[in-house]
């Protein structure tokens, strides 16, 4: 049973380029949340979807992010126009569906890096 | 969500249990005492949770005080493997929007 799949693991972007992170969650789960750990900080919740839906993007930047969970396929982190300070280890996590005090089980993250 | 106060940072020698403590003195009634700990360069890693009474799983014990507010999550022999940052955690059930402070750093020596 694999477990929460993340790619690319590490990823360069030159400032203003576009960065697409991509996270499979478990089989069966179909909640998603994204995380952000900044360099030597804790983490920092981002956005909660379910298959098509957006339930909580309040930690998300208001500008250049955005997140989505089609019906078929990963979910997506997008970042537009990116700048060094989105410098970052974004991690994903999966829950399973109804399941109000199921444990998150994360990826092990992609490491983006901004020149 | 209650807020919590972990030591930031914890030695504990090869073989022995390590003892890792909490507090969370406005934890609610209907809030869970989560753990997750973060190895360098992986993701979070759940351990234990729990609500009011103890639990024990393979990996740790959870020991709650009576009154829910402290905890300590207990690594009954540890291993070099257990070095790692370690995260208490309390939240309502729902969706797990989990709030990460700075943990405890737990360094385990041979």
């Known amino acids: 049973n694999a477990g929460v799949m993340q790619n690319p693991r590490h990823l360069v972007r030159r400032r203003g380029q576009e960065a697409r992170l991509r996270c499979s969650p478990m089989?069966?789960?179909?909640?998603v949340y994204w995380y952000r750990q900044l360099p030597e900080e804790g983490l920092k919740f981002m956005v909660y979807?379910?298959?098509?839906?957006?339930?909580?993007e309040s930690g998300m930047p208001k500008e250049r992010f955005s997140a989505e969970f089609p019906k078929e396929g990963p979910s997506i982190l997008r970042i537009q126009q990116v700048v060094r300070g989105d410098s970052a280890a974004y991690f994903c996590?999966?829950?399973?569906?109804?399941?109000?005090?199921?444990?998150?089980?994360f990826g092990n993250g992609t490491r983006l890096t901004v020149t | 969500d209650a807020k919590t106060t972990q030591p930031p940072s914890m030695d504990c020698a090869e073989g022995r249990a390590a003892n890792l403590p909490c507090n969370h003195s406005t934890i609610s009634g209907n809030e869970y005492v989560y753990w997750y700990r973060q190895i360098h360069s992986q993701g979070p890693q759940y351990i234990i949770h729990g609500l009011k009474n103890n639990e024990t799983n393979e990996m740790a014990s959870l020991i709650i005080t009576e009154d829910r507010k402290s905890s300590t999550l207990i690594l009954p022999h540890a291993t070099l493997r257990d070095t790692a940052v370690y995260y208490c955690i309390v939240m309502n059930t729902g969706f797990q929007k989990l709030v990460f402070g700075t943990g405890t750093r737990l360094l385990v020596s041979p």
């Open positions: 996590a999966s829950s399973p569906l109804g399941a109000d005090n199921s444990p998150l089980h």
């Open positions: 089989k069966g789960h179909s909640h």
């Open positions: 979807l379910q298959k098509e839906n957006i339930i909580d």
